[in-house]
């Protein structure tokens, strides 16, 4: 099970960092990524971390978003930061990949959150 919390709603330039609490099995080392919808649009992956914490990032994110994860506490993290409206959408945690898929935030993922907001205004 994957439950995410701390979305909100904040002015643009404002940050907000979202978590992702594994239970119910190991993420520790698995892939594990955050993935955003839109309303109206198409789901995006933002970003992912394999099992050596390596990194991948959507190009719309680079250099404002950062994932990472406490291992202890089977918690993932993104810490985004610089937001802009179009940052607006429903944030979900997502891991692992489905059987043979590689480690970035573009796979198909087998298990998902429920989804926090995140709601940026200009």
């Known amino acids: 099970q994957l439950v995410e919390s701390g979305g909100g709603s904040v002015p643009a330039g404002g940050s907000l960092r979202l978590s992702c609490v594994a239970s119910g099995y190991t993420g520790n080392r698995a892939c594990m990524a955050w993935v955003r919808q839109a309303p109206g649009k198409e789901r995006e992956g933002v970003a992912a971390i394999d099992s050596e914490d390596s990194t991948t990032y959507a190009d719309s994110v680079k250099g404002r978003f950062t994932i990472f994860r406490e291992h202890g506490k089977n918690t993932l993290y993104l810490q985004m930061n610089s937001l802009k409206p179009e940052d607006s959408a429903m944030y979900f945690c997502?891991?692992?990949?489905?059987?043979?898929?590689?480690?970035?935030?573009?796979?198909?993922?087998?298990?998902w959150g429920q989804g926090t907001q995140v709601t940026v205004s200009s």
């Open positions: 997502a891991g692992p990949p489905v059987l043979g898929a590689g480690c970035t935030q573009d796979a198909d993922f087998s298990n």
